[in-house]
């Protein structure tokens, strides 16, 4: 049976974070996921590390380098989930995200806006960069305020 989420990571040279990355993916409450990553042509290693990860729901894929947009349309083209999720090389993913949004879907939702939460390379959470405050602050308060701010 395929997945019902298809979580998608495409990464280049981020070797000091990808493997927190993939993890946070493979932790999710909702299990229902398959985990496809793709390096896109890095030089530091990372794959290395994401190679020690056994998990039937994880899929590496290695490539040249396709620039983001080029690397993220490879990986669609392997998802096989009704959903897809993106997540960045150098970015986590809180442990509920996935099955909160499920939840948001399976109720008629169709389009879902998850806050952000900025953390260091230590994984601490830290202030929103004031150059980012007027798109993240406290979050939009409605559909309407989260539609201004990004178009």
């Known amino acids: 049976m395929p997945p019902t989420v298809s979580i998608l990571i495409s990464f280049y040279n981020q070797s000091r974070f990808v493997k927190e990355t993939v993890l946070s993916a493979l932790a999710q409450t909702f299990q229902e996921v398959e985990v496809v990553v793709r390096d896109d042509g890095s030089t530091d290693g990372g794959m290395d590390q994401l190679k020690q990860i056994s998990d039937p729901r994880l899929r590496l894929l290695t490539g040249p380098n396709l620039g983001p947009s080029g690397s993220n ?24 995200k996935i099955e909160e949004q499920i939840a948001v879907m399976n109720g008629g939702g169709r389009f879902i ?4 939460l900025f953390i260091n390379e230590y994984s601490t959470r830290i202030d929103t960069p004031k150059k980012m405050a007027h798109l993240f602050g406290e979050g939009p308060s409605s559909r309407i305020d989260l539609f201004r701010k990004l178009f």
Do not use: C, I, M, S
């Open 73 to 96: 349309n490879a990986l669609l083209a392997e998802a096989r989930g009704e959903f897809v999720a993106f997540l960045a090389g150098d970015d986590v993913f809180t442990k509920t």
């Open 113 to 116: 806006y998850a806050p952000v």
